[in-house]
């Protein structure tokens, strides 16, 4: 069956770097574009970032625009987000989501979701 894994969060502090994974498996992982997203306790679950299949196609969420980095290894099945300059309100859980086709960051269009790992960044 399909499973993403999702490893790397922990608590930090303000400006501090941390680099999330998500490791995939069940799936033909080069084929799909991958997506980050988080939840903060009481909010909405929201897009953070996502790549294409490819690796050639990027998009962010303006909160996070020149602080995190996608990106992607297809030979290990795994995504990645490098997240630099953190801040207290990037607190969330972070789950990584596998779709077939292009680009979105509409939550519904994801098929697979991770259970997500916890970020704390401290001020």
């Known amino acids: 069956q399909v499973q993403l894994t999702e490893s790397g969060g922990g608590l930090v502090q303000r400006g501090d770097s941390l680099r999330v994974s998500c490791a995939a498996s069940?799936?033909?992982?080069?084929?799909?574009?991958m997506g980050w997203f988080r939840q903060a306790p009481g909010k909405e679950r929201e897009f953070v970032a996502s790549i294409s299949s490819s690796h050639t196609s990027t998009y962010y969420a303006d909160s996070v625009k020149g602080r995190f980095t996608i990106s992607r290894d297809n030979t290990k099945n795994t995504v990645y987000l490098q997240m630099d300059s953190l801040k207290p309100e990037d607190t969330a859980a972070y789950y990584c989501?596998?779709?077939?086709?292009?680009?979105?960051?509409?939550?519904?269009?994801?098929?697979?979701w991770g259970q997500g790992t916890q970020v704390t960044v401290s001020s």
């Open positions: 989501a596998a779709k077939w086709g292009e680009h979105s960051i509409r939550l519904r269009e994801y098929t697979y």
């Open positions: 069940g799936i033909t992982f080069s084929r799909y574009t």
